[in-house]
């Protein structure tokens, strides 16, 4: 008899656990099923809007290209030189793309306020991480503005010595002699010390000569003025110049300085220096080179 109660209990508590197991997992879901029938009321809601944003990105990016290219093909008709061209566009589109991406999250309807405060940290943080990309930036605008050299100009910057490539937003390309390419930041280039070679139509050769004490100086100074005379890329005026320039310790040093147009400059100082290296051999014009005697005594 107290078997049957037994079981009888065990049971009635099996069945009580079982209805109540059952229960929470049907108010489990019926939650579930409640969130996601909301979820999927909003996505309803919300579809619109991101068709809307969608189709402002899409027609976004390709009235971006369409501008750009108008622009592009507006500044090969002007006097603009390439390098500022290159820098003009990059900023265009940075600003275009920028301006689609406002409009975009205001179609999504994020609050302009929204918007702004995320644009204001995230330029605040930009430009706590990115100061020196900032003042490469300001650097751009300075070289575009006050133009101290174009494409195509050869300079000195930061110790390089090159060709003008482009002036991008951040950096301005130079093209060595030996054809090396080095990116140099428009920050450096903007605050730095620029030398320019081409600035003007010519330039000057500088050279110096040295001669022993017991060679003929006016003789060594009228076969350098022939050898300038000789050569038809050295410019008649200013006058080549060529005087004694020092007395030292072993020789007689012999200061020349001819004109030339820019693109010649090379040609000419090559061509000059194994000339005059000729003319002094051919009539007995010492150039004094470094000598150790040594003097072996005998016991």
Request: proline fraction near 3%; hydrophobic fraction near 45%.
């Amino acid at each position: 008899m107290q078997e049957e109660i037994t079981t009888t209990l065990l049971e009635d508590a099996s069945g009580v656990t079982e209805t109540t197991t059952n229960s929470s997992m049907h108010e489990q879901v019926t939650k579930t099923a409640g969130i996601f029938e909301k979820g999927l009321d909003k996505f309803k809601d919300a579809i619109p809007s991101l068709m809307i944003a969608l189709l402002i990105f899409v027609f976004g990016v390709i009235a971006a290209k369409i501008i750009i290219r108008i622009i592009r093909r507006a500044m090969r008709k002007s006097n603009i030189d390439n390098a500022a061209k290159n820098f003009l566009i990059s900023f265009i589109k940075i600003m275009l793309y920028i301006n689609i991406v406002i409009m975009v999250l205001s179609a999504l309807k994020v609050p302009m306020s929204s918007i702004i405060t995320i644009f204001g940290a995230a330029g605040l943080a930009v430009s706590l991480a990115l100061q020196n990309c900032l003042s490469n930036l300001a650097g751009g605008f300075i070289i575009l503005f006050s133009k101290p050299f174009v494409a195509g100009d050869i300079l000195e910057i930061d110790g390089s010595v090159g060709k003008v490539d482009t002036i991008s937003i951040l950096y301005t390309k130079l093209i060595t002699f030996d054809n090396k390419t080095v990116f140099i930041p428009n920050g450096k280039v903007s605050e730095g010390k620029i030398v320019n070679y081409t600035e003007s139509p010519t330039r000057r050769i500088d050279l110096k000569f040295d001669i022993s004490y017991a060679a003929d100086y006016q003789k060594a100074r009228e076969l350098i003025l022939a050898a300038a005379a000789a050569d038809k890329l050295i410019l008649k005026a200013p006058e080549p110049i060529v005087r004694m320039s020092s007395h030292n310790d072993h020789s007689v040093s012999i200061d020349v300085l001819v004109w030339v147009n820019n693109n010649d400059y090379f040609n000419v100082r090559y061509d000059l220096i194994e000339t005059v290296k000729s003319s002094f051999d051919e009539n007995g014009i010492e150039i004094p080179f470094n000598q150790l005697d040594v003097h072996i005594k005998e016991q």
